[in-house]
């Protein structure tokens, strides 16, 4: 294939990525849903075009070009997320935010995991505890924008969302480290059946833990010295394009290292360069920006657009159906229950715990990056994704629709003038 035939079907995904996002916005969905409809719908192309035409588009060469462009965009993904962490405010996290992220982990964890176990017996304990972790993930980019909205986002109960989703991230990459972990080190190769007994009898179980451990003192070591180098170099060159770019070529860095050398995913190679470069730094701002003009004008299109082209139905069937509706409950139940129960034991209202529960609910972005991985390591079917899809889109109407109600029922905002609705 020669190099130049990449050029059109990374025109068509850009253009048609932008156009639903765009329009995902209007209707007040994140972008991120428009993009991966927009991925359905270039995949669906394979099947009406001409057998001539085809090929043009969808061919093994082009495939693996933008599975290249895709892994670079989540990676820069991962990396914003870390650079848009404020370390200031998760060490002001209150004790009530601590206990609202574990129950927030825990409870879609467990519960993901007890589904997956029910339905896929003899998968094993490694694949249960994945589909398990992939609910962790919190996206409150949504909550937030509903939150400033209501003019609620500075309470005490928009503090606390805020608060606990800093740290729900941070756990969560951790446990998809440590997944990753035990499986690349036991077998390379993943098998689908029975990891229990293999990884847990392996001698080498503990250098598993070992080696996440050593990446993260290293990684954040490291971290320090980096931030000394770049607070000194903003210094002497203020707003100046090498910030960003040494930047990412940090990024990149720790993504590879961190894969290659201790066995953790990439993705947490990058979040972690960007946790560590982000919050104090006084050019975050500006290193951020510049990030997301990269990352969002050319490569995490191509990443959500490609899981949408991917789609795989050849494990679909009547089981996994009700696997998946299952899955989808317990997503959203599990993030509304479990952070409305934590709550409650802080003591706050039924109203405000329920508030607590929908703000948390919401995903996005990082739990397609979870399922990937996943499917990458074998570990997940990518069956998966369209229930992966629907709890996005649920929670991501459901969670503002339900805030606005709770506060409307207080009689805490009032509906906008009729002149304002025309």
Known sequence: MSPFEILLPVALILCLTKLLGLGAHKIGLPAVIGMLVAGVLIGCLKYVL???????????????????????????????????????????????????????VVCPMALGALVAALFFPQAGILTHLFYGAILTATSVSVTVATLKELGKLN????T???????????????????????????????????????????AEWWLVILKILAFFVIAIGLGVLLRKYFNKMERKYPHNRRVPILAVCACFLYSYVAEKIFGVA??????????VLGGTLQETPYVEVKTDILGYMFFSPIFFANIGINLDFSGFSGAFALFGICYVIVAILGKLG????????????????FRVGCGMMVRAEVVLICTDKGISAGLVSPSVYPFVF???????????????????????????PLSQTL
């Open 50 to 104: 001409p057998e001539s035409v085809a090929p043009i588009l969808f061919n093994e060469d082009i495939k693996e070009w933008v599975s290249v462009f895709a892994k670079i965009g989540v990676v820069l993904i991962m990396f914003s997320t870390g650079l848009g962490t404020d370390l200031k405010e998760l060490k002001s996290a209150g004790g009530a935010s601590i206990i609202i992220t574990l129950f927030g």
């Open 155 to 158: 309470s005490k109960i928009g």
């Open 160 to 202: 606390a969302i805020v608060a606990a989703a800093v740290i729900d991230d941070i756990i969560g990459i951790i446990i998809l480290s440590v997944l990753t972990g035990f499986t690349e080190t036991t077998t390379g190769h993943v098998s689908a059946v029975s990891f229990m007994p293999e990884w847990w009898d392996n």
């Open 266 to 275: 990439d993705i947490t190679g990058a979040y972690i360069a960007g946790l």
């Open 338 to 353: 479990g952070c409305a129960i934590a709550g409650k034991l802080c003591k706050y209202s039924n109203q405000d715990s």
């Open 390 to 416: 629907i709890i996005i889109l649920l929670t991501s109407v459901f969670a503002p629709l339900l805030l606005k109600l709770s506060y409307k029922k207080e009689g805490l905002i009032e509906d906008p």
